[in-house]
């Protein structure tokens, strides 16, 4: 079946801009979980949904981010005035309930601000 | 006492050796244990996890041991081949809370032909 599927696969943006990221969680999945790897480092945890509402955003670095999951599937990563130090990859990743534990990663998404 | 260390950092073996990948935490909440695997351009895969009830969980070539009272958990990969060159995270999780994973710096390694 198809895994966790991400938009872009490669994101260039200026300083200051506005981004958007997109995750297609494994269908069913009802946690999802977004995450920022740096290069050379591990995924840091941005925030978790369960269903359509944010269950923990603590791992967001300021109020520059943003995400939302309106309908419980899809969800979107929203960056505003995207400085130099947001880039990195993007990950997202789902489970089927919070309590299975296991997560399927998708691919990520490399955004880059110059 | 929300981190994860990973070491070594990086890690070169002979084709048919054992990688032993070590980790250590300092949160006694923590209660799953994975260990993932990532190829370059990829997300991690999960590769083996383990609950602290058992001290060593093997799953084809890759065995995780788990010292509950040191507080670290390792992982060996026997006969390492060079498809099992990648990057190897550790990760620990708290049962109850949000399933979010802390992970550990990760351990590049190569496997040599």
């Known amino acids: 079946g198809a895994g966790v599927s991400q938009t872009p696969s490669n994101k260039v943006t200026e300083k200051g801009k506005y981004v958007e990221l997109r995750c297609d969680p494994i269908?069913?999945?009802?946690?999802l979980y977004w995450y920022r790897q740096s290069l050379g480092q591990g995924p840091e945890f941005l925030i978790y949904?369960?269903?359509?509402?944010?269950?923990?955003d603590s791992g967001l670095p300021n109020d520059r981010f943003f995400a939302v999951r309106p309908e419980g599937s899809v969800s979107t990563l929203k960056i505003q005035r995207t400085e130099r130090g947001d880039s990195a990859v993007y990950l997202c990743?789902?489970?089927?309930?919070?309590?299975?534990?296991?997560?399927?990663f998708g691919p990520g998404t490399r955004l880059t601000v110059t | 006492q929300q981190q994860v260390k990973q070491s070594p950092q990086s890690l070169i073996v002979q084709k048919g050796g054992i990688s032993i990948i070590n980790c250590a935490y300092e949160?006694?909440?923590?209660?799953?244990f994975p260990w993932y695997q990532q190829f370059p351009g990829k997300g991690p895969a999960l590769l083996i996890a383990?609950?602290?009830?058992?001290s060593e969980k093997k799953e084809g070539r890759f065995t995780i041991s788990f010292n509950k009272s040191a507080k670290q958990f390792s992982l060996h990969i026997m006969d390492s081949q060079p498809g099992d060159s990648a990057t190897y995270f550790c990760?620990?999780?708290?049962?109850?809370?949000?399933?979010?994973?802390?992970f550990g710096q990760g351990t590049t390694l190569q496997v040599k032909p």
């Open positions: 990743a789902s489970s089927l309930t919070r309590s299975a534990y296991e997560q399927y």
């Open positions: 269908s069913g999945h009802t946690a």
């Open positions: 949904f369960q269903g359509t509402g944010a269950a923990d």
């Open positions: 949160n006694t909440a923590f209660d799953y």
């Open positions: 383990i609950r602290p009830d058992v």
């Open positions: 990760a620990a999780s708290i049962e109850g809370n949000t399933g979010k994973l802390i």
